[in-house]
C-alpha cells in the first residue's frame, strides 16, 4: 500500500511541475488610485490514506489565481476609525480613572454613590453614563424617562458633587444637560415660598393635599379647624387642597396663602360635603 501511495504522489508531482514549483514573489504596489492586481498563489494540498494500522500522508502541489483591490481611500479610512476608536477608548479609560480619582479625594464613599435612591449607580460610571444617554433609568422595560431637573431636586450635596463629576470625567457630551437642570431647579429655589393650608369647619375631615415635591398626601380623619405649612414651594408650582366631612354635615371651607397673601379659597355646606381650593 505505501508503495502505491507513493507512486500515486510521484505522478502527481510531475503532473503539477509544469505550474509552479516554487511560491511567487511578493507584488509591492504602490498607488493613489484604486488598483486591482491579480497573482498566483502556490498551495499544498494534503491528500490522507489510511489503512489500519498504516497510515500515509502525500503533499501535492497545486496554484490558484488571486485578485487583490487595493482602495487608498477605504484604507485611508479604515485606518482613521480605527485611530479615532483607540482614542476615544483611551479617553473613556482617562476619565474613568479621573473620576474615581475625584470621587475618592471629595471624600464620597459607596453610601452614597447610588444617585436618588438607586436610580443611577454612580459607582458603575460607564454603566451610568450609558443610561443618561439613552434618557432612561435603570428599569428600561419600563420605559421611565430620566428627568434631569427631578434628578437635580432631589439629590443631596454629596449626590450633586458626584454627578456633576461623573458627567465632567466620562460622559462630558451631556454637560449641557446638567448645566441646563442645575440652572433650572436653582431659579426655582430662588423663586420658592412659604405655602398654607387651612380647613376650617367643625368635626373631623379626610384631607388630601400636594407637598412640596408635588407628590399627593392624604390626611384621614383630621380634626378641624386644620392647617399645614410648606417650605420651598415655587410660585408656579400646582397646589391643591380638598377636604370632605368624615362625620356630620354643616359647613366646611378651605384657603391657600402664599408668602403671606390668600390666593384661593371656597367653601361648602352639607353633610359628608366635600370642598376644594387649587391654584
Known sequence: MRKLLAAGAALLTMLFAGCSSAAPAAQTVTSTARTTISTTRLLTVISTATETPDTETVSVPTTERV????????????????????????????????????????????????????????????????????GTEPFDDLGITIDWNTYWSLAKKDERTALKLLVKNVCPELQSKLDAAEKDVTQQQQNAGKLVYTVSGEGTAMITFTDAQGQISQQSDASLPWSKALEGVGSDDFISVSAQHSTGGGKISCAIEYEGEQVTSNESSGDYAIVQCSK
Open 67 to 134: 485578485t487583490v483591490t487595493y482602495d487608498p481611500v477605504a484604507a485611508s479610512k479604515s485606518k482613521a476609525a480605527a485611530s479615532s476608536k483607540a482614542s476615544a477608548e483611551a479617553a473613556q479609560k482617562n476619565g474613568v480613572e479621573g473620576y474615581r480619582a475625584q470621587i475618592k479625594a471629595a471624600g464620597i464613599g459607596p453610601e452614597v454613590e447610588s444617585m436618588t435612591g438607586g436610580l443611577i449607580d454612580i459607582s458603575d460610571p460607564l454603566t451610568a453614563c450609558k443610561r443618561l444617554r439613552a
